[in-house]
């Protein structure tokens, strides 16, 4: 993994993330925990949503004096807090699931399954400190979680995205304590890997967690707009794929609807708050469709990010069921793509 662009010896927009992986400034999250907020857990949805935003500009205030002045956290209150009402939130969506923007219905919290499959309970299928991250990232405390919101044919991980059942039950005592000792290991943050069906819990486990560590939100970005209210404040760099760049090839390779205005409205709305370092995995004969369109949005709408432009792929799982995708990249669909990229005027690129 090269930088391509010159002279540059660390990435341009991840400044927050690394001044809290070295400790010289709090988490999202962490400041989360230190906004006050009195409500009833029985309250309508309506209302707790009304509060939620309501206190969204508390929150927004104070990460602005921490991070732009250096203003010193105060003394965590008692009572609870503004990660609290999100949680309850998280737990009132799923009980007519729109986690993602497949917004299926199910009532996860009764035992129903979503187009993820899975009901209330989280699993994981792995955990470690991963050195085989972007630069800035390792060594990275990475936990994999089961199920998935897209159902790409070319799933790298098919194994654990297509079987939720497997792996170990996340307790969010447990994996916060796992967190904490990671972080005290060397881990530059906490990687979470395919979250989104996850969410309620993982707001659970984050609540636990003692140490200041940034959130990596390992993603496809494929959540509704509700899930993109609650994750402000709690992620502090979206690891983003923007797989596609258009409709048709998004519902052909991951039997989803409604992608581009999906995903780059997730964009848009997250880097109002966090930063994105998003991934670009190039298919071999979509570097007109998608490619090229990926990389001319991202350069209009949020030039400000890292972009890290992916030659992985490799046949795996169904695409063999489709000719045009069961085959490696050619040197020539490379040397066209980072052609695409360096001309993008995109400031900050890896490969």
């Given at each position: 993994?090269?930088?391509?662009?010159p002279?540059m010896s660390?990435?341009?927009f991840?400044?927050?993330?690394l001044?809290?992986a070295?400790?010289?400034l709090?988490?999202r999250?962490?400041?989360l925990?230190?906004i006050?907020?009195?409500?009833d857990e029985?309250?309508d949805e309506?209302e707790?949503?009304e509060l939620?935003?309501?206190?969204?500009?508390?929150y927004r205030?104070?990460?602005h004096r921490?991070y732009a002045?250096?203003?010193?956290?105060?003394?965590k209150?008692?009572?609870k807090?503004?990660?609290d009402?999100?949680?309850?939130?998280?737990?009132r969506?799923?009980?007519n699931?729109?986690?993602c923007?497949?917004?299926?219905g199910?009532?996860?919290k009764k035992?129903e399954?979503?187009?993820?499959?899975?009901?209330?309970?989280?699993?994981?299928?792995a955990?470690f400190?991963?050195?085989?991250e972007e630069?800035?990232l390792v060594?990275?405390?990475?936990?994999?979680?089961t199920g998935?919101?897209?159902?790409?044919?070319?799933c790298?991980?098919?194994?654990i995205?297509?079987h939720?059942e497997?792996g170990g039950e996340?307790?969010?005592?447990n994996?916060a304590?796992l967190?904490d000792r990671?972080?005290?290991e060397?881990a530059r943050n906490?990687?979470?890997v395919?979250?989104t069906?996850?969410?309620?819990?993982?707001?659970?486990v984050i609540?636990?967690?003692?140490?200041?560590?940034?959130?990596i939100w390992?993603?496809?970005?494929y959540h509704?707009?509700?899930s993109?209210?609650?994750?402000?404040g709690?992620?502090?760099?979206f690891?983003?794929d923007?797989?596609?760049?258009?409709d048709?090839?998004?519902?052909?390779y991951?039997k989803v609807d409604?992608?581009m205005?999906?995903i780059?409205?997730?964009?848009?709305?997250?880097?109002?708050?966090a930063e994105i370092l998003?991934?670009?995995?190039v298919?071999?004969g979509?570097?007109d469709?998608?490619t090229r369109n990926?990389i001319?949005?991202?350069?209009?709408?949020?030039?400000?990010i890292?972009f890290?432009?992916?030659f992985?792929y490799?046949?795996?799982?169904?695409?063999?069921r489709y000719?045009?995708?069961d085959?490696?990249?050619t040197?020539e669909?490379?040397?066209?793509a980072i052609?695409m990229v360096?001309?993008s005027?995109?400031k900050?690129?890896?490969i």
């Open positions: 993994m090269i930088n391509i662009m002279d660390k990435p341009l991840l400044d927050n993330y001044a809290i070295d400790n010289e709090p988490s999250s962490e400041i925990k230190n006050p907020v009195s409500f029985d309250s309506e707790l949503w939620h935003d309501e206190h969204m500009e508390n205030k104070l990460k921490i002045s250096g203003f010193e956290m105060p003394e209150r008692e009572g807090s503004l990660l009402l999100k949680i309850v939130i998280a737990d969506v799923i009980e699931c729109h986690l923007q497949h917004r299926c199910a009532n996860r035992g399954k979503g187009f993820c499959k899975l009901s209330n309970t989280s699993r994981y299928a955990e400190i991963h050195m085989g630069p800035e060594p990275s405390h990475t936990i994999f979680f998935c919101v897209l159902s790409c044919v070319y790298q991980n098919w194994d995205s297509m939720p497997t996340v307790i969010p005592t994996l304590e967190a990671r972080r005290k060397g906490l990687n979470l395919t979250p069906p996850h969410m309620h819990n993982i707001l659970k609540r636990k967690i003692s140490v200041n560590t940034p959130v390992n993603s496809n970005m509704s707009p509700e993109g209210k609650l994750l402000e709690v992620v502090d760099v690891l983003a923007l797989k596609y760049g258009n048709e090839c998004a519902r052909k991951s409604r992608y205005e999906t780059t409205g997730n964009l848009e709305y997250a880097i109002k708050d998003m991934r670009h995995l298919l071999p979509h570097l469709c998608c990926v001319d949005w991202t350069s209009r709408e949020i030039p400000n890292r890290n432009l992916m992985q490799h046949p795996e799982y169904l695409a063999y000719p045009e995708i085959r490696m990249l040197s669909e490379k040397e066209r052609k360096k001309d005027g995109l900050d690129v890896l």
